[in-house]
């Protein structure tokens, strides 16, 4: 019999050991493991949104870089306080180039804005329908931001209540506008 009891007594420890070390050693290991596989299946999703968060913020510094070329582009077209007197110079040459009559080119009150201020023009000219035609042409191709508001184009010699009296020849016509100039005040305080 003790022959019996150490043979179970053997085959009992040679159980318990295996069944020991799965239950005080792998089991809590293959915890450990799912813990961290989970752990780096979570780091490596945000790794990933972290990979898509950086693309987009290239592409938003790209966008804004271009933004700001642009910006510089159109700040490059709105003259200073002192290229006002450039473009005011240039609109009545190009009067003259199309044979336009200036009637009257008066400046309205300036209309102050956040980056920029806008300098109207109430202007009346008086010549043939293809010298306006032209002359707004020609306004347009100046590199510089301009608007026209209130645009009226009348035959004056057909309206008896026209205030020119006959002092426009036949065929021609009368362009009353709004020309608005854009001004960057800030350039001036800069330079």
Known sequence: MNHTIRQVAFFAVLLAVPLGAWAFVFKPRNTEIAMARA?????????DELREVESINDDLEKTLEQLDLALNELRARIPDAAGIEDILRRIAEITQENRL???SFKREKTIPSAHYVEMP???VIEGSFEGIHRFLVDLERIPRITRILDMKI???NSNPMS??????????????????????????TQG
């Open 39 to 47: 752990d780096v299946d979570l780091r490596l999703a945000q790794l």
């Open 101 to 103: 009559v200036v009637r």
């Open 121 to 123: 023009l109430k202007t």
């Open 154 to 156: 009348e035959n004056p």
């Open 163 to 188: 205030r020119s009296n006959g002092q426009v020849a036949q065929g021609d016509v009368r362009a009353e506008m709004t020309i608005t100039i854009y001004a960057d005040l800030e350039k001036e």
